[in-house]
């Protein structure tokens, strides 16, 4: 089971899910992640719209079947989960009744390639900077040729340059 960065157990996803059992093992860790009892969750999926008997959830959840598609949806309602939820948790199951292969990982999205102002701007700042090393470092060489000649003793009367 994965830790959410609260340090709590993650919501299961129900994409994970490769076979039957494990879809109903991923309904046991929703009903655990929710924290509800079984009557709690009826009650709940009543308020919903649903009917789900908590003795039909728990029933559902010893078995290693798949429960029915509105089953599904009532009790993933009656965990707190929205509509949204228990239309993916439904895809799943559809998936595995039909035997789909998983659906692919997404590929993460490519990074866009930078404006072109950002570039300009960049290179407008490294020549900037080549341009301060340059300058400082003149400044370094000449305060060290004046160094040197101010070591050479002057005579009375002469002027240096």
């Not at 439904?90 to 039909?98: E, G, K, P, W």
């Amino acid at each position: 089971m994965s830790i959410s960065p609260e340090g709590l157990p993650a919501r299961p996803d129900p994409a994970d899910a490769r076979s039957d059992a494990e879809f109903v093992a991923m309904l046991r860790r929703l009903k655990a992640w929710s924290g509800r009892s079984y009557r709690d969750i009826q009650l709940h999926a009543q308020r919903a719209g649903h009917h789900l008997p908590y003795s039909t959830a728990a029933g559902m959840l010893k078995r290693g079947t798949l429960p029915r598609r509105e089953a599904v949806t009532a009790f993933v309602l009656g965990c707190g989960l929205d509509e949204q939820a228990a239309t993916a948790w439904n895809t799943a199951r559809t998936r595995l009744d039909l035997n789909l292969p998983p659906e692919p990982e997404r590929e993460p999205e490519p990074v866009p390639a930078p404006p072109r102002r950002r570039l300009r701007t960049a290179l407008v700042a490294a020549v900037a900077m080549m341009a301060a090393t340059l300058v400082v470092a003149a400044g370094v060489h000449q305060t060290e040729d004046e160094t040197a000649l101010s070591d050479v003793p002057a005579r009375h009367g002469q002027v240096l340059d």
